[in-house]
């Protein structure tokens, strides 16, 4: 376990080692930006709910990136109650 965290409303977040190493492995920008990571979920500027399934996009405005790349978005998927980190990575705009 990287890390266990709740979110702004109040649900047990989870981020695991496996899903780091994959955060890390294919958004490779990602390695120095955990703590980003959790201020997303902690205080988000927004959280959208998928369509499909039980996923929600947190996102987190990060003006200090010299990148056009300046809203962080974690994806987190909901089983039982509890929330598991799936990805992370940087996006130009919220979707």
Do not use: C, Q
Not at 9 to 29: A, N, Q, V
């Amino acid at each position: 376990m990287i890390f266990e965290i709740k979110d702004r409303t109040g649900r047990l977040l989870r981020l695991t080692k496996e899903r780091w190493s994959h955060i890390t492995t294919t958004h490779f920008e990602m390695a120095n930006h955990l703590e980003e990571i959790k201020l997303t979920l902690e205080k988000p500027l927004k959280i959208i709910a998928h369509e499909k399934g039980d996923l929600r996009s947190y996102y987190l405005y990060l003006k200090h990136r010299k990148h056009p790349e300046k809203y962080l978005r974690v994806i987190v998927k909901y089983l039982n109650k509890h929330g598991f980190v799936i990805t992370a990575h940087f996006v130009r705009y919220i979707k």
